[in-house]
Structure formats: structure tokens, C-alpha cells
């Protein structure tokens, strides 16, 4: 176990770490014990996901003010060949249809979902050891994708874009018509259609979100145990292979969701083929 939380027991030390930072905005005040009702809110997560993109935006910012047209350094070219990467996958994908939002959304959810991935190769005691000794607060976690509520708050973002692509390139009346006319062409079967089609569109911001979580949180919790249960000097036998393997994932994790956004609004921007 780890040499900050010594004094717990492993199903302490593994519940320890899964407790988010809570707010009440019913009272405005700090939440020691998990709730689930709706004014709550996870702090932490809404810390770590506003100061990621805060800094990745200042970084890249950086970046821009210092490219050249000239011989590129190491950073401006690696900076070059991500957006190329991005640009190439919204080319393949997204077609000849133009839109100026895809590519610039598209570059954005990568590097954001990346960066707060990136968050879970941090040794998970560290953040919360130093919270909690100068401010007194035992729970506190620093990945914000492996809370349910940050994924699904993305999602619901790519989802309200889908219908607003849709409504804007299809427009409202053939909106609607795809949801009771599709896939069966019959007035008899309006309500299986609607059913069939809107299960279909509620399942792409929930599928997005679930794969994220479920990777992420995974992967946090497979730390917490070899931090939990292995004596703290003998963790990087496993910590380390497993922190290499989850650079993997958490790259994978941030490109699949990222070409899934992409996917999904260039369906919702295809035109309607009136016969």
C-alpha cells in the first residue's frame, strides 16, 4: 500500500480514492458523503476539465506566436503534423461537405479528452496526498474522464450539435420525417420508426460517453489496486508496464472519440435525396 495511506485498510484506501470532491448548490456547501442527488456537483472534475483546456489552449497559443514560415523547431512540428493527421481523418470522413466547425471541434476533443486522460498516468496519491494536508479534504480525485459526468456532458455537446446539424442542413420538416418514415416508408409503422430512430440517436451520445468512462475509469481503478495492495516500493513492477500499455489507451480512447464526433455529424450533415 501506499506510504501516504498507511493507516487504512485496502477497501478503505480503494473507496478512498473513488469519492469525488462534492459541492451541494442547494446550500453551497462541501459534501463529505457521496450523493447522488441532482444539485450535486463534482468540483474536482469541473476543476481539472476547466484547467486542462485552460492550459492546452495557452500551450498551443504559445505555439502559434512562435511558428514560422522557415525551417519549423521540434514543437511547431509536431504541432504540424497532428493538425495534418486531424485535417486528413475530417477529409476522409466528413467528405466534400463544407464546414468550417468540423476540423477546429474535431482538433479540440482531441487534445482535450487526451490531456484529461493523460491526468490517469499521475501516481494517484500525490494530488490528493497534498490537498489533503494543506486544505483538509480527503476526497479529491484529479481524472476527469473517469467520472460518468464528465463523458456524458461531452457527449450531450456532440449531441446537441448532431440535431442542430440536422436541422440545419435537413431542416425541421425532414428532420422529423426521417424519425417516423425511417427505416419502414408506411404511416402504420410511425410508431416503431419513431421508436427505433430515436433510440438510435439517444445511443450515440451515450455510447460515447460509456466507452470513455468505462476505459478510463478501468484503468484508474487498476492503479488504485496495485497502489492498494502491493507494498509501495514494490508497485513499479506493475505500475509501470501497466502506465505504458494505458498510454495506449488513453490515445486510443481520445482518437475514437474524436473520429466517432466526426462520423456522427457527417451523418447529420448528409442532404436528403428527395425521389
Not at 501506499?2 to 442547494?26: A, G
Request: glycine share 4%; proline share 4%.
Amino acid at each position: 500500500m501506499s506510504k501516504f495511506n498507511q493507516n487504512l485498510t485496502p477497501k478503505e484506501y480503494v473507496s478512498h480514492h473513488l469519492k469525488n470532491l462534492q459541492i451541494d448548490l442547494s446550500t453551497l456547501k462541501l459534501v463529505e458523503n457521496q450523493s447522488n442527488s441532482f444539485w450535486i456537483l463534482n468540483i474536482d472534475s469541473l476543476f481539472f476539465s476547466v484547467l486542462i483546456g485552460i492550459v492546452a489552449f495557452f500551450l498551443f497559443y504559445q505555439v502559434s506566436k512562435s511558428m514560422t514560415s522557415g525551417v519549423p523547431n521540434k514543437c511547431q512540428s509536431a504541432v504540424e503534423l497532428l493538425i495534418e493527421f486531424i485535417n486528413i481523418n475530417v477529409k476522409d470522413i466528413f467528405g466534400f461537405k463544407k464546414n468550417n466547425l468540423i476540423a477546429p471541434l474535431s482538433f479540440t476533443i482531441f487534445i482535450w479528452i487526451f490531456c484529461m486522460n493523460f491526468m490517469d498516468l499521475i501516481p494517484i496519491d500525490i494530488i490528493p496526498y497534498i490537498v489533503e494536508k494543506k486544505f483538509n479534504i480527503s476526497s479529491f480525485r484529479i481524472v476527469p474522464t473517469s467520472d460518468i459526468n464528465t463523458t456524458l456532458s461531452i457527449g450531450i455537446g456532440v449531441f446537441a450539435l448532431i440535431v442542430y446539424f440536422n436541422f440545419q442542413v435537413k431542416g425541421a420538416k425532414c428532420f422529423f420525417q426521417e424519425l417516423i418514415f425511417h427505416p419502414f416508408n408506411n404511416y402504420f409503422f410511425i410508431p416503431i420508426n419513431l421508436l427505433l430512430e430515436s433510440v438510435n440517436l439517444l445511443s450515440k451520445p451515450i455510447s460515447l460517453s460509456l466507452r470513455l468512462f468505462g476505459n478510463i475509469y478501468s484503468g484508474e481503478l487498476i492503479f488504485i489496486l496495485i497502489s492498494g495492495f502491493i507494498p509501495w516500493w514494490m508497485q513499479w513492477i506493475l505500475s509501470v508496464p501497466w502506465a505504458i500499455f494505458h498510454i495506449l489507451v488513453i490515445i486510443l480512447q481520445a482518437f475514437i472519440f474524436m473520429i466517432l464526433t466526426i462520423v456522427y455529424l457527417s451523418m447529420a450533415s448528409e442532404k436528403v435525396h428527395k425521389k
